[in-house]
């Protein structure tokens, strides 16, 4: 099954890296920027996890330990919020960088891409706010891409909106495709609540 959703995988980061490329005049990430590892949900499938699993199982044991210990602050954090919406810094972020990078989930293979959505309507990534990703077409008096700014960049590439989102990514149909099931899906610091 695994190997079935590494093959999955591959696939999906050709795509990506294809927008990314696309994108580049507009994208801002940098080794050490996580601020969209910081502050968010997270929602991981069962296979995602198991995925993630492997590269936890890799790594040094001090590097473990920290992780173990961040998930432990973050369920105590989770079991003490009153709140509706429970956002947390995830668990295996060490020293500003992810300690898994190879073995992440597909929600954070499309962290800083601009979102479009089937029935209308687009997202631009929150640290558009932060003069990062999209900043240099963003307006933000209202809150769009702007088409004069684009145009004063002298960049060929238009900014764009992908359809990237989570549920659309983990289709059952595309499991089924490559011949394995993503299985449940719950934020990813649920997975290590008893
Ligand atoms: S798994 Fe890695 S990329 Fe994904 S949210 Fe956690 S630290 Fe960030
Ligand atoms: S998506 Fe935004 S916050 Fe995340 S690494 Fe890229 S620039 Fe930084």
């Not at 490329?21 to 996580?34: A, T």
């Not at 069962?46 to 369920?75: A, D, M, S």
């Not at 929150?126 to 809150?143: A, I, M, Q, R, W």
């Amino acid at each position: 099954m695994l190997e079935n959703y590494i093959a999955y995988l591959m696939v999906l980061d050709e795509k990506l890296n294809r927008f990314f490329n696309e994108q580049k005049p507009y994208i801002f990430c940098r080794p050490g920027c996580s601020k969209c590892c910081r502050n968010a949900i997270y929602p991981y499938s069962r296979i995602e996890l198991e995925y993630l699993k492997t590269g936890f199982n890799r790594l040094p044991y001090n590097i473990k330990e920290q992780i173990r210990q961040n998930i432990e602050k973050t369920i105590n954090d989770k079991k003490n919020f009153k709140g509706e919406k429970f956002t947390y810094v995830c668990p295996f972020l060490v020293n500003d960088m992810c300690s898994v990078y190879n073995q992440r989930g597909i929600i954070c293979r499309t962290f800083g891409l601009m979102q479009i959505y089937p029935k209308g309507g687009q997202d631009i990534p929150f640290c558009v706010e932060l003069g990062l990703n999209y900043s240099n077409v963003y307006d933000p008096e209202k809150n769009i891409i702007s088409k004069e700014m684009f145009k004063t960049l002298g960049v060929k590439e238009e900014p764009n909106a992908y359809n990237i989102a989570y549920d659309f990514l983990t289709d059952a149909d595309f499991g089924k495709g490559f011949g394995f099931e993503f299985g449940e899906v719950k934020p990813l610091i649920d997975w290590f609540i008893d």
